[in-house]
């Protein structure tokens, strides 16, 4: 089993900036990707960005590139979430996610952006964006 904690959530201005930490523990494999994804009311949960843990490659949704950034800290099992200049339509609940099953292909890992494909999650965290 796999446990993730999230932290950071809040209520920022537009244009501010958060950070969302994700703790894992648990039985992970060295072969996995860690992700965010988020859900806004009525809406489906999106991909917003992930990581492979081993390989260090990153994938971002096209909303979030340039402004969120995604990385690890291997000593401490912990992956961030760097939001820089918020915007409303950030505003969600951000979910942290463990991918155990990361393919890899001519030495590159292939990140999913498909929440289907993600084994683990966690409870989430509120971000709230204010005008």
């Known amino acids: 089993q796999v446990q993730l904690v999230e932290s950071g959530g809040g209520l920022v201005q537009a244009g501010g900036s958060l950070r969302l930490s994700c703790a894992a523990s648990?039985?992970?494999?060295?072969?996995?990707?860690m992700g965010w994804f988020r859900q806004a009311p009525g809406k489906e949960r999106d991909f917003v960005a992930a990581i492979s843990w081993s390989y260090g490659n990153t994938l971002y949704a096209d909303s979030v590139k340039g402004r969120f950034t995604i990385s690890r800290d291997i000593t401490k099992n912990t992956v961030y979430l760097q939001m820089n200049s918020l915007k409303r339509e950030d505003m969600a609940v951000y979910y942290c996610a463990v991918d155990q099953s990361l393919r890899v292909w001519e030495g590159k890992a292939v990140i999913s952006e498909f929440a289907n494909e993600y084994d683990y999650w966690g409870q989430g965290t509120q971000v709230t964006v204010s005008s």
């Open positions: 648990g039985r992970l494999f060295n072969n996995r990707a």
